[in-house]
């Protein structure tokens, strides 16, 4: 039971992945524990057996180098994603901003020949109006 931490210092010992404090306190260990001794040369050999049986196979099998081709993958697409949607929003903040100027621009430029030419018609109608109105207005008074 008292061996079950050193076994798991034994596998990170194994994988270069163990501090340097509790590399001396496993070696320490391994000196009084011929369990822990066996434990990890059982364990080398069949890292050891793994490692030759793929390095002479035509199977080249480097998983942390196709798990990070995978991570690097997913993350330009992420990327791809996020810089579409940032063009897409720039694209309706400019059109937002560029569409009102435009028709304005068009319905006042419009309006503004519209307006001259309806202008010049309504005051010609009002002066004929006024005019009629107050011959007849005269006329009616007139005859009073």
């Given amino acids: 039971m008292a061996c079950t931490k050193y076994r798991k210092l034994i596998n990170e010992f194994l994988d270069n992945e163990i501090a340097e404090s509790e590399e001396l306190v496993l070696l320490s260990h391994l000196e009084d524990c011929a369990d822990c001794k066996t434990y990890m040369n059982n364990i080398n050999n069949i890292k050891g ?40 929003k720039v694209a309706i903040i400019a059109i937002s901003f560029i569409l009102p100027i435009m028709f304005g621009i068009f319905f006042m430029s419009e309006k503004h020949y519209a307006s001259n030419d309806d202008t010049e018609r309504l005051v010609l109608e009002h002066l004929e109006k006024a005019q009629n109105t107050q011959l007849i207005h005269v006329a009616y008074s007139y005859g009073k």
């Fill in 49 to 88: 057996s793994i490692k030759e049986t793929f390095s002479h196979s035509s199977i080249n099998i480097d998983l942390s180098y196709q798990i990070m081709g995978k991570i690097s993958n997913k993350n330009r697409v992420k990327n791809h994603i996020k810089n579409k949607n940032l063009l897409i």
